[in-house]
């Protein structure tokens, strides 16, 4: 595995399955009570300039869990939110710090993070990926499937950030994705070249739903308009009419479809209540995962790194 953790087009499928089989064993043993000696006293920068519920409670949680201790900056509170360069800041951090999680707007930034790091950084959600939410769901789908390779992804809704670590971390990990999204609203250009070159499963992008819900055994959806977009909410919210995930798209695909939803859910928008509540047993396993997830990532990352 590399240093960071920045997107899941940087990972292999054995680095997908390591983190993942990780994961499963840290979740056992949580719920069996078993106490961890690494990474004692290691310390977690955590950098947010977007909100958080999850990911800052599954990060600050898990590192505790692992014996470690997180610090919460966010943008408004820490320099970065006066201007000083993400460069320095990673230089400083790694001084004091044995990991970095960063949420925030641009890809580059955390890139750049990293560059200037001498310690591992996690992207916890950029406006181009969210690798640590896909992770979860991965483990989520081969917790309640048995297996990805070989099952059938739809994702329906916005090309956004969710969508491209989606498509990246099925095909991956060998499992057919299909995405809808509206025109003007696809995919970024390097995950679609990326799908392009896969082999060994299959990727399909249409602007219906229904032809991407067909024989589907997980489907997907987000919110049509995230986190720094809700100035355009409105006009999102006509773009995406039609792309509902409701008892229709669900009476399309195969028998015990898993419907999976990174949160916060939009009811009435991207999925009907009823499908939400039909579901909500493998959405909350998926939130719940991100704890699990984020531990084996931080574990083998640490790990690896340390000194
Ligand atoms: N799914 C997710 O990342 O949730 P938060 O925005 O609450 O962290
Ligand atoms: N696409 C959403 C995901 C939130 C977890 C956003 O970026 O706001």
Redesign the pocket.
């Known amino acids: 595995m590399k240093k960071d953790l920045l997107k899941l087009l940087d990972l292999s499928r054995a680095d997908i399955t390591e983190i993942l089989d990780m994961a499963d064993k840290l979740k056992a043993e949580q719920k069996a009570g078993v106490h961890h000696d690494f990474p004692h006293g290691k310390t977690l920068a955590m950098i947010f300039a977007?909100?958080?519920?999850?990911?800052?409670v599954s990060f600050e949680t898990g590192i505790f869990q692992l014996g470690g201790q997180g610090i919460f900056l966010s943008n408004a509170d820490s320099q970065l939110g006066r201007g000083e360069p993400i460069q320095d800041t990673a230089r400083v951090l790694s001084r004091y710090c044995d990991c970095i999680m960063i949420?925030t707007f641009a890809q580059k930034e955390v890139e750049d993070l990293a560059k200037f790091a001498s310690v591992p950084v996690i992207n916890?959600?950029t406006d181009f990926a969210?690798p640590c939410?896909v992770l979860a769901d991965l483990q989520t789908i081969r917790e309640h499937k048995g297996r990805l390779a070989g099952l059938k992804i739809a994702y329906i809704g916005d090309g956004n950030n969710m969508a491209n670590s989606i498509i990246a971390g099925g095909l991956i990990c060998g499992m057919d994705v299909s995405a809808a999204c509206p025109d003007g609203y696809h995919p970024d250009r390097e995950v679609l070249d990326f799908a392009a070159t896969v082999t060994d499963a299959k990727f399909e992008l249409t602007s219906d739903p229904k032809v991407a819900a067909k024989g589907a055994d997980v489907i997907f959806t987000d919110v049509w308009a995230s986190?720094g977009q809700e100035a355009e909410a409105e006009k999102r919210k006509i773009a995406f009419r039609g792309y509902c995930v409701d008892d229709v798209i669900m009476s399309l695909t195969n028998d015990k479809c898993m419907v999976q939803h990174?949160?916060?859910a939009h009811r009435g928008e991207e999925i009907t209540e009823k499908v939400f509540e039909a579901h909500a047993d493998e959405i909350f396993d998926e939130?719940e995962n991100?704890l699990h997830a984020q531990k084996a990532v931080m574990y083998l990352l640490m790990k690896q790194n340390a000194k």
């Open positions: 977007k909100s958080s519920t999850r990911t800052r949420r916890a959600l969210h939410q986190m990174c949160l916060p939130a991100r």
